[in-house]
């Protein structure tokens, strides 16, 4: 009987050794998944610090570009080259608009063509801008930087002031106390070798007349300038005068507008010698006579 008990005791009860195999494999399958998402949460973390650092690079980079692009169009060295709006007007309609009407007419709205024909009328805002932009372009580039320079100078100081300058250095110190009010007073400010003050002084000899004729010039292109708007006003209040007979037109007359300024072009029938009736330049001598104008500014 003792030996069934002793028996008995030393035997392993199977239910107890299942349910402890469950709880330590339980325990070992948490502590598993409890490191694989601290791992997880790590990584994240390691992600979300290299994606703000990241995000910080591409704010500095994008600063950087914004202020060169600000600078460059402030300089006017955009890569892309500004197309004005007059330009891009007449532009889109001889490239579009006159090309779709003519394929099928109903496929372009009235409105359209009216806002078009407004935005490239003789008088238009942006037509009046681009001849002012043009005529200062010319008023700006007639002569080079250091000429328009110098016609400053001697706006500002006589010819025997300039030579006295330029042959007496000991002339120079009193205006170097001076505040600058004119290119005379710059001007003064340098001194430059006996070389280039001889020439400067040979300079100073015809520089003043011929610098008188280059400023009656830009003075007379400025008076046809005004002209000219005067001209396109005048015509544009001719036309908004009319209230006897009002325009109207078909979507097939716009049609067949564009295919004869099409073809008007084509055959440089509008090309300023043609249309203003300008004399060509036939010859090769450097000096222009009369009204001339060569083929090469067409």
């Not at 790590?42 to 910080?56: G, M, N, Q, Y």
């Not at 500004?82 to 608009?97: G, I, S």
């Not at 409105?111 to 700006?140: T, W």
């Not at 015509?235 to 564009?258: F, G, R």
């Amino acid at each position: 009987m003792d030996k069934m008990e002793s028996k008995s005791s030393n035997t392993t009860d199977p239910t107890i050794s299942i349910k402890s195999k469950k709880i330590k494999d339980t325990k070992q399958r948490s502590q598993e998944y409890r490191k694989r998402k601290k791992e997880f949460v790590e990584s994240l973390r390691t992600e979300v610090k290299s994606l703000h650092l990241e995000i910080e690079q591409l704010k500095i980079e994008n600063k950087r570009l914004q202020e060169k692009l600000k600078l460059a169009e402030e300089n006017g060295k955009s890569k892309d080259p500004v197309v004005h709006p007059l330009k891009r007007n007449e532009q889109y309609c001889e490239d579009h608009l006159w090309v779709d009407i003519k394929k099928d007419p109903s496929s372009i709205r009235y409105s359209m063509i009216d806002k078009v024909a407004q935005d490239m009328r003789d008088a238009s805002e942006d037509r009046i801008n681009f001849i002012k932009e043009q005529f200062n372009n010319i008023l700006s580039n007639m002569l080079s930087l250091p000429t328009r320079c110098n016609v400053s100078i001697f706006k500002s100081m006589s010819v025997k002031e300039y030579d006295m300058y330029c042959s007496n250095k000991k002339r120079k110190k009193k205006y170097f106390s001076k505040k600058i009010e004119s290119a005379k007073d710059i001007f003064t400010k340098y001194t430059f070798s006996e070389s280039l003050s001889k020439y400067m002084i040979y300079y100073s000899s015809f520089a003043v007349k011929i610098f008188g004729r280059f400023e009656s010039v830009a003075q007379e292109l400025v008076l046809q300038r005004n002209k000219l708007f005067n001209l396109i006003n005048e015509m544009q209040d001719l036309i908004d005068s009319n209230t006897e007979l009002p325009v109207s037109y078909e979507k097939e007359d716009i049609a067949k507008i564009a295919d004869m300024c099409a073809k008007i072009k084509e055959h440089k029938l509008i090309n300023p010698h043609v249309l203003w009736d300008i004399p060509k330049k036939r010859h090769d001598n450097q000096k222009y006579e009369g009204g001339e104008l060569t083929d090469q500014e067409e």
